[in-house]
């Protein structure tokens, strides 16, 4: 073993043999390199966390230890010994386990069915339920086994697909961004039970993250990539955030971006806001919700059941005027996911109607609300934002190929000049317009269906969790084109479940809880305690 | 993915997209070789086990198929509705539906051409026109009422074709007993039982004599059928919101891709090439597909094989041309194989195995993704 030339100094007991070791590894796709001679080892009873930029490599890296893709040069060893890892269940024989970027859950089945797919032999629901208890009482991931799948919000699946990976008890874990999709609160549970299983057991943990701050608090060593090279090992106990955040894109990033990708705003900081250069420029676009100017969107007395026969959507009203972001807050499951499918044409109500500049739009039917102007950027991409067996020039043109076609025929010459420029605009890492979109990084995945949106010069924007998956650079960029939208008068409305980003881009807040409307404040009057309340339905 | 998308097929996992790139034409020939080449040695050591001798048996294939004067027009012949009903069903497997009712949809098409044929009987060119046109609309409304219990009922298209196959035999057949439907006058058809009357001279799709076969025209539409829709497929809007619908519907259905409308359209489609071939079997003639008539039976399994080409094309109009050819190959060259000799229902085993050949390559390809998708949605401990 060359002793450990790429552990920071002493974190490790000299002599042992790194759980994982990479050595020189490359991959290459065509004429991109994912990796690029990486070198990276893994210790027991450490948490390594990777940063980088989206496209830098981190999940084919990843892949590579879990026997989904296979390197083209170098060599993997596990506990000292080169191995070829040529398949998950090779990968899974010699202990390694990975919660994926993207779901991969059966939504027809129960939750413990999913955790059970894939067992060999015959199975025993008992033993299965059982073990779910015990993981969600570990690790804090508590879930209902017998929920339906597609009938859970996104942190909630996020859980099913951690306790799937952790059902087995793996040596090495691999969590592929893992709480994109988790509230804070329950980010920092899962990680301070982590750490203390890898402690105790000695087990080797990799967390590839776009969250500085989650980084800096819940691993132990840093690695940075860019462009598929590791440029960069650092302790986390001496570094910080801004240093994570250059190294990983090369320049300084601003503040509040910083703020965003950190979560670090605390109630403290908030409060005290006059530091934020967000505080609504005009005034005028705070208070336009009473200023008697006619809504381009307005949703009226909204109501929806849900599946399970609770009301997902109930009396839910709305107004959004023109040039306003207006912020969703609440915590996830309380109906976000619902009004975005209502708007996306996905849902048809009970009762109640959804207008676009006073003329009432059909809900359910299909693409009437794209048509009339509302652009979406969904919770889940890969649910109704793109079609990963298309290409990535074909994604940019899902909802309208007017401007690509003639008289029916597609102009295969402008869609590629068109997605040229959006690639170029959007900085999108790809091998090129016709790129099959499975191809795509997640965050630039992310990337084509902002610019798709976008380019579609909507009325009024949804855009639902929007940072989903983004790295630090690109979720300011994200910020700027959310607010540059609204000063060219677009109507946005920011769905989060991560209020620094509500606060940050937000004019108007409103609060849902239980499918409706429970409070509403502009950005200027914004008190947190209440908002906590609210958001809790305590108000 | 919930409420508005039945059909959706569960989405492979990016992840285990990964390994796809590399090799894989590489694999598909190595695949394609050794199956073949099973499928020989099978029939060679079933013909040998029967008493038989292969080397005459392969001679009478390939004298069936190409060699022997005029045989390869004939499976030409053979091929031009194998192709007809593939390209048909490439469409609606775009827009993920499954119709494997090909073979009822061709027999209803060919009972409506020969129908509204001798309703209208016009002037012979005009009336070729219209039979094959008629043979595609009669296929496209049996599929239709497949598209009608699937998107208003919620009936799977899987079930509701198939059934149709037996109910459309049946329907025809009564339609073949009654004069005023289909039954030819006793004039026209001897002491034969439930024929159609044959079509005349002036009805019939030509068939230029080229060095010596006769060259049937409906292959030439089935060839520019197939080139066409691969064209509209990747060239149009149309196209691209019919595959659209087929890889993501709630995409789709956000995006203005209405499953109702798209769907029902390329399912109706699928059943008006279907008919149409039925059609072009009907007034393209030839010793295969009876006489310029409507018999009991006519489709001979053309729908069922077609459905084969479409799965061993694997969704590829172009790539369904040769593979069309190839299985007609085999139906003409096989009617030699009698004269060798060997059982008769031999050559039907020895078809049997050359078509499993040619579908098992596919078949392993597919397992493998789907085990590695599995594998990664599953197996990641
Ligand atoms: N199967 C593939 N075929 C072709 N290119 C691929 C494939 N997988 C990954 N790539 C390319 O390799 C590069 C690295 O992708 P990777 O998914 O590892 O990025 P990442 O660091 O995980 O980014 P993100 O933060 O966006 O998830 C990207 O440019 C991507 O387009
Ligand atoms: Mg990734």
Known sequence: MESGSTDPAGAVPAGAAPAVAFRNITKRFGAVTACDRVDLELHRGRIHGILGENGAGKSTLMKMLIGLVLPDEGSIRIDGESRAIHSPLAAANLGIGMVHQHFSLVDALTVW?????????????????????????????????????????????????????????????????????????????????????????????????????????????????????????????????????????????????????????????????????????????????????????????????????????????????????????????????????????????DSGSVSIDGTRVPDGRSGAMARAGIGVIPEDRHDSGIVLDMTLAENLVLVDQSAVAQRGVLDRRSLDRFARAMIDEFAIQCAGPDAPMWSLSGGNQQRVVLARELAQNPKVLIAAQPTRGLDVGAIEYMGERLEAAAEAGVAVLLISSELEEILDLSHRIVVMHSGRIVGEMTRSEVDLEQLGLLMGGAA | ??????????????????????????????????????????????????????????????????????????????????????????????????????????????????????????????????????????????????????????????????????????????????????????????????????????????????????????????????????????????????????????????????????????????????????????????????????????????????????LVAREKALVAIPVAFIFAGLRTGSSFVGATGVEGRITDVIQGFLVLALLIPPAVMFLRDRRRARAAATERV
């Open chain 1, 113 to 349: 069915e999913n955790v059970a797919l894939g067992e060999a032999g015959r199975l025993d629901p008992g033993a299965i339920r059982n073990r779910i208890g015990e993981i969600a009482e570990q690790y804090g991931l508590v879930i209902d086994p017998d929920a339906r799948v597609g009938e859970l919000t996104a942190g909630l699946r996020q859980r099913v697909e951690i306790i799937k990976c952790l059902r087995r008890d793996p040596n090495i874990v691999i969590f592929d961004e893992p709480t994109s999709v988790l509230t804070p609160e329950e980010s920092v549970q899962l990680f301070a039970s982590l750490r203390q299983v890898v402690a105790d057991e000695g087990r080797a943990v990799v967390l590839v993250s776009h969250k500085l701050d989650e980084v800096l608090h819940a691993t132990d060593d840093i690695s940075i990539m860019r462009q598929g090279q590791v440029v960069d090992r650092l302790l986390a106990a001496e570094a910080d955030a801004p240093t994570l955040a250059r190294g990983m894109v090369g320049r300084e990033v601003s503040l509040r971006s910083e703020r965003a990708a950190l979560g670090v705003l605390s109630v403290d900081e908030a409060n005290g806001f006059d530091d934020t250069p967000i505080a609504p420029t005009t005034g005028s676009t705070a208070t336009s919700a009473s200023d008697g100017r006619r809504p381009v969107l307005s949703i009226t007395n909204a109501s929806l059941r849900g599946s399970g026969g609770t009301p997902a959507l109930q009396d839910l009203s709305l107004d959004l005027h023109a040039g306003e972001i207006v912020g969703v807050a609440g915590v996830e499951g309380n109906g976000q996911r619902e009004l975005g499918d209502l708007l996306s044409s996905l849902l048809s109500l």
């Open chain 2, 1 to 310: 993915m919930t409420a508005t998308a039945p059909t959706t097929p569960t989405p492979t996992p990016a992840a285990a997209r990964a390994p796809r790139q590399g090799g894989r034409a590489g694999e598909w020939f190595l695949l394609y070789g050794l199956s073949t080449l099973g499928a020989l040695v099978l029939s060679a050591l079933l013909v040998e086990a029967t008493g038989g001798d292969w080397r005459p048996v392969v001679n009478a294939l390939l004298d069936g198929s190409l060699r022997k004067p005029g045989r390869w027009g004939e499976t030409l012949g053979t091929a031009a509705p194998l192709l007809i009903v593939a390209v048909g069903t490439i469409i609606s497997g775009k827009a993920g539906l499954i119709n494997i009712g090909q073979e009822g949809q061709l027999f209803v098409g060919a009972a409506f051409a020969t129908y509204f044929g001798f309703l209208i009987g016009g002037p012979g060119p005009l009336n070729v026109v219209l039979i094959l046109i008629f043979g595609a609309i009669g296929g496209g409304l049996w599929a239709g009422v497949a598209a009608l219990l699937k998107f208003w009922r919620n009936v799977p298209e899987v079930l509701s074709t198939l059934l149709l196959v037996t109910v459309g035999g049946q329907l025809v057949a009564y339609g073949l007993s009654q004069p005023w439907l289909l039954l030819a006058p006793l004039a026209d058809r001897g002491n034969r039982n439930q024929v159609s009357t044959q079509l005349a001279e002036d009805n019939r799709l030509p068939r230029p004599e080229i060095f010596g076969n006769e060259v049937p025209l409906a292959a030439v539409i089935a060839v520019a059928l197939a080139i066409i829709v691969s064209l509209v497929l990747a060239r149009t809007v149309w196209g691209f919101r019919l595959r659209m619908l087929g890889r993501n519907p709630r995409a789709a259905q956000r995006s203005g891709v209405g499953q109702t409308r798209y769907g029902a359209a390329a399912l109706m489609l699928s059943g008006a090439f279907a008919g149409l071939a039925g059609a072009a079997m009907l007034a393209g003639g030839g010793f295969s597909f009876g006489n310029y008539q409507l018999v009991p039976g006519f489709a001979t399994n053309i729908g069922w094989t077609g459905l084969l080409v479409a």
